[in-house]
């Protein structure tokens, strides 16, 4: 009996602390809500369906806390149960994040996407941008949206999941163009403080202000904008290829 009670504080402690360790990390759940559309038939026998996008979701998660926003405890971290993503039929997106914690991908997106890479790859590139906006902060709805989408694009970008047409640096009039602009600029912010969109992510738990660059870099947005833009003066219509 003593040594069956033992076995059991242990098992129940162990699981306890399995919980604790497992706790932040969330469930992934995904529908396909258009089995017999032409998009969601690609998502089952192309892209490999519901098993392939939790795995990749796991693994963008993971990519995002510790590689982009550099936050390696659930205290960093934005908390979580659940994300969902639905195969849906609908227009005018390739995918919309909404909501909390949930994602909508477009079929007819998945069923007309003509390449030139491969959908699963395509698609892959989308996850990213997607679960950055699930899992990024936005100053409680103050960052401006041009910026929460190139954060999202740089995630792309540091995960080389770029595809061919994402701009190249020094491309754009100003820094807050959105998408691929606003990465590439992030992207040179990086090179000037190490981490500093991991930085700035962090500082945009409560509320957002421009005033962030400066704080982070010495030098406003604007004047951040006109060296970038200075460097790149000759080689953006170059072209770097990638
Ligand atoms: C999480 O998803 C499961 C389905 O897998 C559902 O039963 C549960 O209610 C969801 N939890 C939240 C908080 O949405
Ligand atoms: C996303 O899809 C869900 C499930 O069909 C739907 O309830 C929701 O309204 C959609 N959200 C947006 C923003 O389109
Ligand atoms: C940046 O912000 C922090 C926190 O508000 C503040 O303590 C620090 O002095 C600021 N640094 C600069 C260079 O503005
Ligand atoms: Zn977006």
């Not at 033992?6 to 098992?11: D, E, G, K, V």
């Not at 930085?199 to 870099?217: A, E």
């Amino acid at each position: 009996m003593a040594s069956h009670f033992f076995f059991l504080c242990t098992l129940l402690t162990f699981s306890l602390s399995f919980h604790v360790i497992l706790g932040a990390i969330p469930k992934y759940v995904v529908i396909n809500e258009a089995p017999t559309h032409g998009g969601g038939i690609k998502f089952v026998k192309v892209i490999g369906g519901i098993p392939y996008t939790q795995k990749i979701m796991r693994h963008i998660n993971k990519f995002i806390w510790y590689k982009v926003f550099k936050q390696n405890t659930p205290a960093d971290q934005k908390p979580l149960d659940n994300v969902t993503v639905f195969i849906k039929d609908f227009v005018g997106a390739e995918g919309i994040a909404w909501g909390n914690d949930k994602i909508n991908i477009s079929a007819v997106f998945l069923r007309d996407y003509p390449g030139p890479m491969d959908l699963k790859w395509i698609f892959t590139s989308l996850m990213h941008h997607e679960m950055t906006h699930v899992l990024q902060w936005n100053g409680e709805g103050k960052t401006p949206a041009p910026l929460v989408e190139g954060i999202a694009d740089y995630t792309v970008l540091k995960a080389n999941y770029n595809p061919p047409g994402f701009n190249k640096p020094g491309s754009g009039d100003k820094w807050d163009q959105g998408y691929d602009y606003t990465a590439r600029f992030l992207e040179y912010c990086d090179e000037l403080v190490p981490d500093f969109v991991a930085k700035l992510n962090n500082m945009m738990r409560k509320t957002y202000d421009v005033s962030f660059f400066q704080n982070l870099t010495g030098k406003p947005v604007e004047g951040l904008w006109k060296d970038y833009k200075a460097k790149y003066a000759n080689k953006a219509s170059e072209g770097i290829k990638s």
